[in-house]
């Protein structure tokens, strides 16, 4: 197995860690413990100032294993290129980042070029890792670079698969960290806020099987940044970001103007436009020009998406009313954003290989405990010939998907933010906007199409709206609330037009959570099942322990939300023929009541449906969150 490079760890704390600051930490879920002191390094000789190189904590590598690659190098780096340029073919997918890692899939020695301008000037530094034949029993992933302060996620891998391993983590280099678990033996997966630094630092951690026979390492780059903004729009640090195409005529204004800790003030139109602004009919290169990634996999799954499974240009022509697309490996949950007239999107949806899902970061979503006071939860999901839509891989299961295994909950998330995004920009406006105002002004927040379908057609029930602002905003359920049980959610719900619990929420969210649902029906004759079931207490809670109490199947077709339906689509995408979606839409069903959650798949008796095979999807997560709504800053 690997072991830490006993020369490197020593010269990189000489080097790098000299002057740095103390360790950041996220103690919104849990009390963090004191990390293990870091081992004290022998004796070696140090680096001048001014090397610049690629190092690695990894030797005596085997074959299966991940291999973490840093380059270090002091002043203004940029234009960063890796390249391999020997050995067995290697699979990375930062290219553009301080740090790149793979998997060795065969024996042999891997070099590999890296070309950067330092202060201005061209470098280039190299590197060769040499594998051997063996077996691995543990693997840590992903090694990575993070900006200071970002959230980062690690995680175990074993060989045989095997849940029940007893897994041990700890630091071993670098300023201290503080996990966000008290304890984290037996996690496979861990999350920590990389520390405030004054230079580029190497952290390096232990993952082992608690009997001691393996152990593995894994290392994260934390790069100093500039310090946040006063007043910035998005005031955590937020991952680097580089547009997918480096030629875009935009090149130079979207990460500035969308995704930026220097951001304070909403960009003009005139500066980053609306797509409608220079198209109406937009091509898959005109979108491109327009998108940010963190990895350029990300825009490469995102034109795939564009070119191969969008047949009506539903997503081309709903794009017309934003400034950007964001997607990066620190985006969670995924939402379309006024102030920015961007949407900014979960890179979950898009992988389809292992390697690929490695780079994103899995922390969960902050509202995970929101609701964990009340008695009834309402999830959701989206239903095909009596199967779930998408397909379930299990964090542990390195796997591949297929571009159809993640469609329909792609497809879902397109069409909710962006029904967003024509909320604020509907075209009937386009024409009008002054490219002299910023978005935020241009979007005109209290006078949305949103804003009209509330006082045209409005939810009625405030019982229900408290309650989503105890699910979805993090306010503290009152007594009353806390004894609410799911046949009382039943009564208020079913009697009152919304489709989803989420609808609740905000009027905004009540938008685009209609268009989304007619949408998914009425072109992938996808049903979503909005339903209240208990809320199961316990460590290790699975899909079979949600009972349905009431659910029902395709409910945007129900005569009393027909009308807000057709409403919000008219405005969204003019093109549509929304009265006759609507007259093709299936009458909704409802689920049979005291069905767990696998076994509600199939409603009423039908022999011509094989039960569905419960234990391939009980670890399937059962949630009511997907979307959220950031709220604008003030202007």
């Not at 600051?21 to 002191?37: Q, R, V």
Request: proline letters at 6%.
């Amino acid at each position: 197995m690997r072991q830490i490079n006993k020369w490197l760890v020593p010269t990189l704390s000489a080097l790098w860690l000299a002057g740095c600051g103390g360790g950041g930490s996220d103690t919104s879920l849990a009390p963090s413990p004191t990390p293990p002191p870091a081992p004290a390094p022998a004796p070696t000789p140090s680096p001048t100032s001014s090397a610049n190189q690629i190092v690695s904590m990894d030797t005596n590598v085997n074959t299966g294993q991940a291999v973490d690659l840093f380059l270090l190098a002091s002043g203004n780096i940029s234009d960063i290129q890796w390249r391999q340029t020997s050995g067995p073919s290697a699979n990375f997918l930062a290219r553009q980042s301080k740090a790149i890692a793979f998997t060795a899939s065969d024996a042999g020695s891997y070099s590999f070029e890296v070309s950067y301008r330092q202060d201005g000037n061209a470098r280039t530094a190299t590197h060769t890792i040499d594998v051997v034949a063996g077996d691995v029993a543990i693997n840590g992933r992903l090694g990575h670079a993070v900006v200071e302060g970002n959230k980062v996620s690690l995680r175990a891998g074993l060989a045989d698969n095997n849940q029940q391993a007893n897994i041990r983590w700890r630091q071993v280099q670098g300023p201290g960290v503080s996990f966000t678990d008290n304890n984290t033996d037996g996690d496979f997966a861990v999350f920590f806020n990389a520390p405030q630094v004054n230079q580029d630092t190497l952290l390096v951690f232990e993952v082992s099987l608690a009997n001691g026979n393996a152990s593995d390492t894994v290392s994260v780059l934390v790069e100093d940044a500039p310090a946040i903004v006063n007043n910035a729009y998005f005031d955590e640090p937020v991952a680097k970001v580089v547009p997918y195409n480096a030629n875009s005529p935009h090149a130079n204004n979207l990460a500035a103007c969308v995704y930026s800790n220097q951001l304070n003030n909403a960009c003009q139109l005139s500066r980053l436009p609306l797509i409608a602004q220079e198209t109406l009919t937009p091509s898959v290169d005109d979108i491109m020009n327009r998108v940010l990634v963190s990895h350029q996999w990300m825009g490469d799954r995102f034109r795939e998406f564009l070119t191969n499974e969008d047949p009506n240009n539903d997503f081309k022509n709903l794009l017309r009313a934003t400034t950007a697309v964001v997607i990066s490996y620190d985006v969670r949950p995924s939402f379309y954003w006024a102030a920015t007239g961007a949407i900014y999107l979960d890179p979950n949806d898009f992988w389809l290989t292992p390697d690929e899902r490695d780079t994103i970061n899995e922390a969960p979503d902050f509202r995970a405990n929101f609701s964990n006071d009340l008695q009834f939860s309402m999830p959701f999901r989206y239903v095909l010939n009596n199967d779930f839509a998408s397909r379930f891989v299990s964090r542990t299961s390195r796997v591949s998907r297929v571009a159809n295994d993640r469609l329909y909950s792609l497809a879902s998330l397109m069409y909710h933010e962006l029904a967003h995004a024509n909320d604020f920009f509907p075209s009937s406006r386009w024409s009008q906007l002054n490219r002299n105002d910023s978005v935020l002004t241009a979007a005109q927040p209290n006078n949305t199409q949103s804003n009209l379908l509330e006082s045209r057609l409005p939810l009625f029930n405030q019982e229900m709206r408290g309650l989503a602002q105890v699910s979805f905003a993090g306010e503290t359920a009152n007594a009353t609330q806390r004894a609410y049980q799911p046949a009382d959610i039943v009564t208020f719900y079913t009697t009152d037009r919304a489709n989803e619990y989420y609808s609740y929420s905000t009027i905004r969210e009540d938008f685009a959570v209609l268009f989304e649902e007619l949408m998914m029906q009425s072109r992938y004759q996808a049903m979503r099942d909005t339903t209240i079931t208990n809320r199961p207490q316990g460590d290790n809670v699975s899909a079979l322990d949600f009972i349905i109490t009431w659910g029902q199947r395709g409910r945007v077709a129900d005569p009393a939300v027909q009308p807000r339906v057709q409403f919000v689509a008219d405005r969204v995408l003019p093109e549509l023929d929304t009265r006759g979606l609507i007259n093709n839409l299936a009458t909704p069903r409802l689920l049979d009541a005291g069905d767990n959650w696998i076994e509600s798949l199939i409603i009423g008796p039908n022999p011509n449906v094989a039960s569905k095979p419960e234990a391939n999807e009980a670890l399937r997560p059962v949630t009511e969150l997907r979307y959220y709504h950031r709220e604008l800053p003030n202007q």
